[in-house]
């Protein structure tokens, strides 16, 4: 257990909660922005950029933090192990916690990587894109990687691209696993813009199709012109957390052929679960 601070003399008053309005620079943004995760990021920043410890009235200070919204922050933030504290000398600097979070990411980037030669061969033997993607919270999906054929013809795919988790093919595995009622999951289908139309029985079908048979598939509906196959990458849990997907061009691959694009991805899927976990 990291040891409980108490307050310092030179330091603010913990039970003052009084709110900041000086996180820095205005910066645009699409969505909220939450002042105390703002601050906590720029207090990470700040101790692993000094490299030496701090105390809070210093920290305050440099980054022109109210001093006690930030020791309430380094409070919050050692209780996390992220921060460490010395009570002896009332300074904070970066603590182990930190170290092992970056340490995680650095393991699953080298993962990721482990994973690109089996999706570049099952693209270039099926002549397609190879997607890798990613569900993030609790209602998108974002594209991490993406291979392509070394044929003339392939789709790019820019990496970043976020979805709603409904959408394509592999929305349709994702949304079989969330256990939503059919009430939840035209709620969550109505607001989608398909490229095409699409009924919610036609997508409840395909949905209940994709779980029996562990691929699923979208004609077009995400993308004109495009069709979709995609497989479930699970955890050790038996949660999905990725999907590999497998992209095209629209009516040029039988049905047959899709099948086996299908098959091979599910394949593919069961690989990547021992690369990526």
């Not at 919050?76 to 170290?99: H, M, Q, R, W």
């Not at 990613?134 to 991490?144: E, H, N, S, T, W």
């Not at 598939?217 to 999907?243: E, K, M, Q, R």
Request: net charge neutral; glycine share 8%.
């Amino acid at each position: 257990m990291p040891p409980t601070e108490r307050p310092h003399p030179d330091d603010a008053d913990p039970a003052d909660d009084s709110a900041d309005d000086s996180a820095g620079p205005a910066r645009p943004s699409g969505g909220v922005v939450v002042k105390p995760v703002v601050n906590a990021i720029r207090i990470l920043r700040y101790l692993t950029h000094k490299g030496a410890p701090e105390r809070a009235a210093d920290i305050a200070r440099h980054l022109s933090i109210n001093p006690s919204t930030c020791f309430n922050i380094l409070r919050t933030l050692v209780g996390e192990d992220v921060v460490d504290f010395n009570p002896l000398s009332k300074t904070y600097s970066a603590g182990l916690g930190l170290s092992r979070l970056v340490e995680q990411l650095v393991t699953r980037g080298q993962r990721l990587q482990m994973a690109l030669p089996s999706m570049r061969e099952l693209a270039a033997q099926f002549r397609v894109t190879v997607t890798l993607w990613q569900r993030m919270g609790l209602d998108r999906i974002v594209l991490m990687h993406s291979e392509s054929s070394p044929t003339d013809l392939h789709i790019e795919m820019p990496a970043g691209q976020r979805l709603p988790i409904l959408m394509g093919a592999s929305g349709r595995l994702f949304v079989g696993r969330m256990g939503l009622s059919e009430d939840e999951m035209r709620q969550a289908f109505e607001p989608i813009r398909w490229a095409r139309s699409l009924s919610f029985e036609t997508y409840q079908r395909e949905v209940n199709r994709a779980r029996k048979r562990g691929w699923a598939v979208d004609d077009g509906y995400f993308a004109t012109g495009v069709l979709a196959v995609a497989a479930p990458v699970c955890d050790p849990s038996g949660h999905i957390t990725f999907t590999v997907s497998a992209v095209m061009i629209r009516g040029q691959r039988s049905d047959a052929e899709v099948d086996r694009i299908g098959e091979a991805l599910r394949d593919l899927g069961h690989q990547l679960e021992n690369t990526l976990f």
